[in-house]
């Protein structure tokens, strides 16, 4: 009881606290509880994603996690896609709520998936109809994975990186990792 009293004499502290963000020269994205000094924003504004980041890594270096303004809560990645013989360099959204990486029909087409079966797809927006493809291949900087088995949906621009991939890879998230794209 009275750690609960505690707690709740000091909720409003927690309340009131602010977390800053800012990304400095190496694109490397930082939080703090204090504002960050005008001049280190500046600077954190003024660099272009190029400036940033290849997009490729090599052996046991980090993969990059992206973040845009737009989309403050979602983090990306860049992977390298084959199917048949097309190979598509797409940012895929970190999905961590998709039991299975997911591709949208046009770059199904594009990447001429084999069809495997026709399935349900169910998600947070609802259950749509859409089929199982595989890909020869998905990569992640210089990791690899081979004849991966992805969902099809209707919805367009809808790339996501699921489960099925990321318990498969050793992943780490650090400052160096998170990139804010602008």
């Known amino acids: 009881m009275v750690a609960l009293l505690c707690l709740l004499h000091a909720a409003p502290l927690f309340a009131q606290s602010r977390i800053y963000t800012w990304t400095d020269e190496y694109g490397v994205t ?88 026709d399935a349900l797809l169910q998600g947070v927006t609802g259950a749509s109809q859409g089929w199982i493809g595989r890909l020869s291949s998905l990569r992640l900087g210089s990791e690899e994975i081979r004849d991966l088995h992805v969902m099809v949906g209707p919805r367009p621009g809808m790339v996501l990186l699921g489960m099925d991939v990321l318990e498969r890879l050793k992943l780490s998230v650090g400052a160096r990792s998170l990139q804010r794209q602008e």
């Open 30 to 117: 930082h939080f703090s509880d204090s504002v960050v000094s005008p001049e280190v924003m500046d600077k954190a504004k003024s660099l272009t994603p190029s400036a940033k980041s290849s997009g490729r890594s090599s052996k046991n270096e980090d993969i990059p996690l992206m973040i845009f303004p737009d989309r403050p809560a979602q983090r990306f990645v860049r992977a390298e896609l084959e199917g048949g013989q097309t190979v598509r360099d797409v940012l895929m959204l970190v999905d961590t709520g998709a039991q299975i990486s997911l591709v949208d029909e046009s770059l199904a087409k594009e990447l001429d998936l084999a069809h495997v079966q």
